[in-house]
């Protein structure tokens, strides 16, 4: 694997260290990619909004799934925080890898049973998917994953640390949803090639013409 641009700790890598944060396939009935990492449309629209503390860009993977589907540890790690300054209400735990990255799993739909410190291997459940909307999961039923480095204050595309079929996971439901700036039209049109986001710094979309058009 090509070294990606970016976060200063990624390394080339033959593959990647982290899995997927849920044990059951992809379906319409499970789970799948509903917003990307990084450019996307959504983040876009919503930039002076949601996303205006992550530069304007989505900071994470929103994986759609119903509430209360076990999520689980995408690699080994111990319990960083769990519901501490860090967003992605109603609750969300923070686990510290061992390579200097720390993996943030929001929205979930009730506060995680595990305590601070506590270690947790791969593929552990470590809590139940809720609802960015309401408490009653009826309103936009998700897993909101992040990757940042060590210091928290800033988060990096997931996308090259986890081993996994990424293209196939939107089941074909609308595609990357990647915002274009018409007058750098090339730039950051991959899922792999994203910028990172310091939270707190500058809009990096503050696109003069863009497409689609807001």
Do not use: K
Request: aromatic share 10%; proline share 10%; hydrophobic share 40%.
């Amino acid at each position: 694997m090509a070294l990606f641009p970016g976060a200063p700790l990624r390394a080339a890598l033959a593959t990647p260290p982290f899995g997927l944060p849920f044990a059951s396939p992809p379906s319409l009935n499970s789970w799948y990619v509903g917003q990307w990492y990084g450019n996307t449309t959504g983040a876009y629209r919503n930039r002076e909004g949601i996303y205006a503390a992550g530069q304007g860009l989505h900071f994470g993977i929103d994986f759609s799934a119903p509430c209360h589907t076990p999520v689980v540890a995408i690699g080994d790690g111990a319990v960083r925080a769990i519901d501490g300054p860090f967003g992605a209400w109603p609750h969300h735990i923070v686990l510290e890898h061992a390579n200097g990255l720390s993996s943030l799993y929001g929205h979930l739909v009730e506060r995680p049973s595990l305590r601070v410190g506590a270690m947790v291997r791969a593929g552990d459940v470590i809590g139940y998917s809720g609802d960015s909307v309401t408490v009653n999961c009826n309103g936009s039923p998700h897993l909101h994953l992040e990757l940042r480095l060590s210091t928290m204050a800033v988060a990096t595309n997931p996308v090259p640390w986890i081993d996994a079929d990424w293209p196939s996971l939107t089941l074909g439901l609308g595609g990357a949803g990647l915002m274009v700036d018409l007058d750098d039209p090339l730039r950051w049109q991959s899922l792999y090639d994203q910028p990172d986001v310091t939270f707190g710094g500058p809009w990096l979309n503050a696109y003069p013409r863009a497409w689609p058009a807001a």
